[in-house]
């Protein structure tokens, strides 16, 4: 007989829960969706309508084909019919049939429904041609959140307006609506079938579902539900990774959700095998169980203090959710929206809306908040649980469960460690460290490590009083850069002293050695440039280099000299400050590929739009970026005067800031184009771009194209695409097959040149860094270090051991460039799979710099 553990035990029945409670969850959504929105969006009935779509069409085209040429008078409903694409009919026909279905409506109501349907797409079209602007307008709120009654009103309205109407009388609409319904009847006969029933002594003729199709939605849901389980930490030991699908849960239903390495790719699949096979990727195997074997608990320390802040509606940072709703400006009535200028009534529709996705972000983040704390509750009922990790095609580990210490800084700081490890001879001076960088108070995280510690010092007293009382000192520690994991290292900190600062004083909380901007610091190793390097503290320094500082300081000319020149957005940002805060992300994300597009769309996010939610919710006056600016239509050219809401302000940023980091680190910018270019030559004749890291792991980077169309329809606030599978369709079989056979989505043998290029550097970067993590934790493994919390270039373990943790790092750094350089390999491949022409248009190997890779090992500030 097999003993099993009461681990095991309670594993199991937690994954029997965690599969019960997802089914029921997923089923709930889709019953408030239907009830919602009708019986037509149904998550599975619209994969239903996907994939019936081109079959319906195809019925469609040969109906109008054999009526087209028949002899004699020719049905009513071609003429109209033949006006309209024949994947927008199939569509009308599928959307109508489910709504009816969803309101057991008669076949005299579906079919009149669908003519009317046919209708309005025929008077869209006479709009588009009337009325451009206006058609394109309404069609943009019909992908909004409006009702159909709405849109349908104003668009009966425009209709009417440009003598674009119709006017059909009922036994038309029948007549066309009867048409599509024996299309989709006939070539749908395992899916729907006509009956007549009874009804208060009257015959009616419904459509009805078939028991197959019935029985195929289930499966299809139930198959879904699985596919959006909410999985959970485990309270077992995670089966170790031994191939690409052994690990992590003991559920066979679970663990086929979680493969060890997340990809689309045959190939890469294929490629890992082998690599595990022939143990070239062994360190990676190591270092992924080595992670999900940490042992971790809950800690109910701050805990109490998150539940405390949720009930007290406290928001010590923007991550954190609160309950105040903001309310939704009312509409005013028609006559005073008359009085308003253009410009008034842009402001009061971007008010509204704002305030409305604000309301709508706040319920989604309330819902994950409460789902949050109740698995910290119920984990913290275990004397320990686990996570289970996997990695991504790139090779970045990530955490399997949504409840994870990779997320924000609330839930970072419910996790420590089960357990303790004596602090030691150094661990007390990581203690320090770590609380100086959570709080992160005027910036002393940028100061050298003895800096950071006398910070600590000098405010031991309001450390023990925030421990003591957090509520009363809430005004202190919640100014924190990261509050609560802040708060967790105060409690800590107490706890050492009240031991009188015992070297034998178990510590179980995190500290952490956190890259300085990873992406250029990998950058410099590949270059060896010196210069970048020493800006990353990639070499020794008495000072704490700052590229985010760094970057700002060089964009700071350009900007004053544009402002002096007369440049407004320019001038508007220099008044409202501008400095490292600006920069950070942009530079940060740059070395990940981000350009000149994407720093805007950050400056929009980040700083722009956040704004213009204070504006709307009315914390703030007026926007402090805002500028009234002309504005172009592309289709009709007429140009209109309206706030940008800090759109030119946004993209001037992001100009000053890339040609400043673009200078600033020039060999790095060097090497990105480099690997663009190579990835692009490899895109030209349709082939993967393959590399294997340092640490033995494949990568293979393929984006391949798709072949997609959509279907928008007037007033269905929702794009359908049909399906396009491309596997073979045995003709003869059930509808119902060749429907699941079309929803088998395949790539074409194209891939996608642009996502090609633009995606190979941080690609190539994200690889190297997952390589310098698993490394660096298969090292420390090695050496007897047991706990890992890891977040891609952030190397966490008990801060008695991150002394040792802490060089581990820095060596295992200096092994992946010492006989390895990213480029060397993709250069080899690409020569050996181009075509003699592609191999010419490959650029030359960028030259490398003088940097001494074994200054990395002296710096101290490299991982800090």
């Not at 509606?313 to 005073?336: A, C, H, I, Q």
């Not at 007293?461 to 003591?468: C, D, F, Y």
């Not at 140009?639 to 673009?662: F, K, M, N, Q």
């Not at 190979?760 to 706990?787: F, Q």
């Amino acid at each position: 007989m097999i003993n099993i553990s009461p681990e095991r035990e309670a594993q199991k029945a937690l994954e029997i829960k965690t599969v019960a409670e997802g089914r029921r969850r997923f089923a709930e959504r889709n019953r408030e969706k239907v009830k919602r929105s009708g019986y037509e969006n149904h998550s599975e009935v619209q994969k239903l309508i996907r994939g019936a779509i081109p079959i319906v069409a195809e019925g469609v085209r040969e109906w109008m084909d054999v009526s087209s040429k028949a002899r004699g008078r020719k049905p009513t409903s071609l003429k109209a019919l033949m006006e309209l694409p024949v994947d927008t009919i199939a569509t009308i026909g599928m959307c109508c049939v489910f709504r009816c279905l969803g309101r057991a409506g008669r076949v005299a109501e579906l079919t009149q429904d669908m003519g009317r349907r046919v209708e309005i797409e025929l008077e869209g079209k006479a709009l588009e041609a009337a009325d451009p602007k206006a058609a394109k307008a309404l069609l943009k709120l019909g992908q909004g959140d409006l009702t159909e009654a709405v849109l349908e009103k104003r668009f009966r309205a425009l209709v009417e307006e440009n003598e674009a109407a119709l006017h059909w009388d009922d036994d038309t609409r029948v007549l066309v609506g009867q048409t599509i319904l024996n299309v989709v009847l006939r070539k749908l006969s395992d899916v729907f079938y006509q009956k007549t029933i009874t009804q208060n002594g009257l015959r009616h003729a419904v459509v009805m579902l078939t028991d197959q199709a019935a029985a195929a939605i289930v499966e299809m849901e139930d198959l879904a539900a699985m596919e959006h389980l909410p999985l959970l930490p485990m309270v077992a030991q995670p089966r170790k990774w031994e191939s690409n699908s052994s690990g992590a849960y003991y559920c066979h239903r679970l663990a086929r959700l979680v493969p060890m390495v997340r990809t689309r790719s045959k190939e890469q699949r294929k490629l890992v095998k082998e690599a595990i096979a022939d143990g070239s990727m062994q360190e990676v195997l190591d270092a992924l169980n080595a992670i999900q074997d940490t042992r971790w608990e809950i800690d109910d320390r701050v805990l109490d203090v998150i539940l405390w802040a949720r009930e007290t509606g406290l928001r010590p940072s923007s991550s954190f959710p609160t309950d105040k709703t903001p309310e939704v400006p009312e509409k005013v009535s028609p006559e005073e929206w008359e009085k308003m200028s253009k410009e008034e009534q842009t402001a009061r529709r971007r008010q509204r809306r704002s305030v409305r996705q604000v309301c709508q972000a706040l319920a989604v983040d309330k819902g994950n908040f409460d789902r949050d704390m109740a698995t910290a509750q119920e984990m913290a009922q275990h004397n320990c649980f686990y996570l289970p990790h996997s990695l991504d095609f790139r090779g970045r580990t990530y955490a399997v469960p949504y409840f994870n210490h990779q997320r924000s800084d609330h839930l970072k700081a419910l996790f420590r460690f089960a357990d303790g490890v004596p602090l030691g001879e150094d661990g007390g001076r990581w203690l320090k460290i770590h609380l100086a960088n959570c709080g992160d108070f005027e910036k002393v995280s940028k100061k050298p490590f003895e800096v950071r510690t006398a910070w600590v010092d000098e405010n031991a007293s309001n450390i023990i009083a925030t421990v003591m009382d957090p509520e009363a000192m809430a005004d202190w520690w919640t100014k924190a850069d990261s509050p609560f994991c802040f708060l967790q290292a105060c409690f800590e900190y107490v706890e050492w002293a009240e031991s009188g600062f015992d070297p034998e004083f178990l510590s179980k909380i995190p500290g952490a050695a956190d890259g300085s901007c990873s992406g250029l610091q990998h950058y410099s190793a590949i270059t060896r440039s010196a210069d970048e390097a020493y800006h990353v503290n990639l070499v020794p320094r008495s000072d704490v280099g700052d590229i985010y500082q760094v970057t700002a300081d060089a964009a700071m000319p350009s900007l004053q000299a544009e402002a002096k020149a007369g440049d407004a957005s320019c001038q508007i940002i220099l008044d409202n400050g501008f400095g490292r805060g600006e920069a950070k992300r942009n530079v940060m994300t740059y070395f990940y590929g981000s350009a000149r597009f994407g720093m805007r769309e950050q400056h929009m996010q980040d700083l722009m739009r956040p704004l213009a939610d204070k504006v709307a919710m009315g914390k703030l006056e007026k926007h402090p970026y805002e500028q009234i600016t002309l504005r172009v239509n592309k289709d009709t050219k007429e140009e209109t005067w309206a706030p940008d809401g800090g759109y030119s302000c946004a993209r001037a940023l992001a100009e000053h800031i890339y040609s400043a980091v673009t200078t600033v680190a020039a060999k790095a910018d060097e090497a990105a184009n480099w690997i663009q270019q190579v990835a692009a030559a490899l895109a030209h004749e349709s082939l993967s771009m393959i590399w294997r890291t340092q640490t033995g792991f494949p990568v293979v980077q393929r984006y391949s194209e798709f072949t997609t169309k959509e279907v928008n329809l007037w007033l269905y606030s929702r794009t359908i695409r049909p399906a396009q599978g491309t596997d073979k369709v045995d003709h003869e079989g059930n509808t119902l097959s060749r429907v699941r056979v079309l929803l088998r989505q395949a790539p074409t043998s194209r891939v996608d040149k642009k996502t090609m290029r633009s995606a190979a550097s941080p690609n190539v970067i994200h690889s190297m860094d997952a390589a310098h993590l698993h490394k660096s934790v298969a090292k420390a493994r090695a050496l007897g270090i047991t706990a890992f919390s890891m977040i891609h270039d952030s190397f966490g373990t008990h801060l008695g051991n991150m002394e040792a943790f802490s060089r581990i790092v820095r060596e295992a750094f200096v092994e992946c460039y010492e006989d390895y350089c990213p480029l060397q390999e993709l250069d080899r491949y690409a020569r050996s799979v181009l075509s003699e022409e592609g191999i010419e248009k490959l650029p030359p190997l960028p030259s490398k710099g003088n940097l001494d890779l074994n200054l990395v090992l002296e710096a101290p500030f490299a991982f800090a």
